[in-house]
C-alpha cells in the first residue's frame, strides 16, 4: 500500500466560511493546491489568487440564506465533504466591557462565533450525510481554553471582549457534541484553535507583535500559512480516525 494520496483532497467538495478573511484565503488556496473544489460562503467577497473556488456571497447571520447557500454549494450530486467554519463577527470591544456590556452586545458576540457555526452545521449535515468521508472543522481560539492576559493589550489601541472567548469555548464544547451525535453518519468533526494571528496592519503596532512573540515557546507570532497543514490533515483521509478533538495551532502560547 502506498502512502502518496493519504492527504489528498482529490473529488471532495470544501465548503469554507469567511475564506475571502485573512486566515481563510490562504486555507482556500491550501484545500485547491491539494486537489478540493472550494466553495467559500462570505458577505465580502473579494476573489483569491491563484485558486479556482466557487463564492457565494451570504450572511451567516440568516437562516434562510445559509439554507440556499449551502444547497447551491452541495450541487447537483447534493454533496458536501468537508466544512470548515471560519467566518466570525465580533464588533469592536474590550476587557471591561465585562462590566458595562448590554445584553444585546453580548448576544451579537456569541451569534458571530458559535451562532455562526452552528447554523452552517445544521444547514449542511443533509449534504454531509452523502459524503463517505464528512469532515467539519470548526475554529476555536487560544481564548476558547485560556483568558486574555491584560498586560498583552496594556497601552495598545487593541484588545479582547468576553463575549468572544465564551463564543469560542462554546465553539470547541459544540465540535465534540457534533463529533458525538455525527459519527453514526460518517462525519468527523474537530476544532483547531489558533493562537496569534494578527493581521498586518496590527502587526505594525512593534510593542505589540513583541508581547505576542513574547507569550509563545517558538518566539514569534502565527501567519496564515502556519494553519493550512492542519487543515489539509483533518479535511483528508490522513485524520479518519480523529474526531472530538481541539487542535492548538500557537506556537506553544497556551502549553507553558
Ligand atoms: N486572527 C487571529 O489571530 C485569530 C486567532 C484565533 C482565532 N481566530 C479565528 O479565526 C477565524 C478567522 O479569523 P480572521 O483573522 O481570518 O478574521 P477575518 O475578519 O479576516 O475573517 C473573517 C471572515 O468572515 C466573514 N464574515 C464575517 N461576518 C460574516 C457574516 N455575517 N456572513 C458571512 N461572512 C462573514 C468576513 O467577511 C471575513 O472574510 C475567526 O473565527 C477568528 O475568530 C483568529
Redo the contacts with the bound molecule.
Keep these: 500500500m502506498s502512502y502518496n494520496d493519504l492527504f489528498s483532497l482529490n473529488g471532495k467538495k470544501a465548503v469554507v ?8 484565503r490562504e486555507i482556500v488556496k491550501g484545500l485547491s493546491d491539494f486537489g478540493a473544489e472550494v466553495v467559500v ?4 467577497i473579494s476573489p483569491i489568487e491563484d485558486t479556482n473556488a466557487h463564492y457565494i456571497k ?4 440568516n437562516t434562510s440564506n445559509i439554507k440556499d447557500v449551502m444547497k447551491e454549494a452541495a450541487g447537483a450530486n447534493e454533496c458536501i465533504d468537508v466544512l470548515i467554519t ?5 464588533g469592536a470591544g474590550v476587557l471591561n466591557d465585562v462590566e458595562t456590556m448590554d445584553d444585546e452586545y453580548w448576544a451579537k458576540g456569541i451569534d ?2 458559535v451562532g ?1 457555526t452552528f447554523r452552517s452545521i445544521r444547514e449542511a449535515i443533509p449534504y454531509m450525510k452523502n459524503s463517505t468521508s464528512g469532515s467539519i472543522i470548526n ?5 476558547a481554553v485560556g483568558a486574555p492576559d491584560p498586560r498583552t493589550y496594556f497601552d495598545t489601541p487593541f484588545s479582547s471582549t468576553p463575549n ?1 472567548g465564551a463564543g ?1 469555548a462554546a465553539t470547541v464544547e459544540l465540535t465534540k457534541f457534533c463529533a458525538s451525535y455525527l459519527a453514526k453518519y460518517g462525519i468527523r468533526a474537530n476544532s483547531v ?7 498586518t496592519n496590527v502587526q505594525e503596532n512593534a510593542l505589540f507583535k513583541k508581547r505576542l512573540e513574547d507569550k509563545t515557546m517558538l518566539g514569534r507570532i ?1 501567519y ?1 500559512e502556519d494553519l493550512v497543514g492542519v487543515m489539509i490533515f483533518l479535511a483528508s483521509e490522513a485524520s479518519k480516525y480523529i474526531t472530538g478533538i481541539n487542535i492548538m495551532v500557537d506556537g506553544g502560547q497556551t502549553a507553558w
Aim: charged share 10%; net charge negative.
Design positions: 466560511t469567511g475564506g475571502c478573511g485573512y486566515l481563510g460562503v462570505d458577505w465580502n451570504c450572511d451567516l447571520g471560519l467566518a466570525a463577527n465580533l458571530g462565533t455562526y475554529i476555536g481560539s487560544l481564548y468572544y469560542k484553535s489558533p493562537g496569534s494571528y494578527p493581521h502565527g496564515p
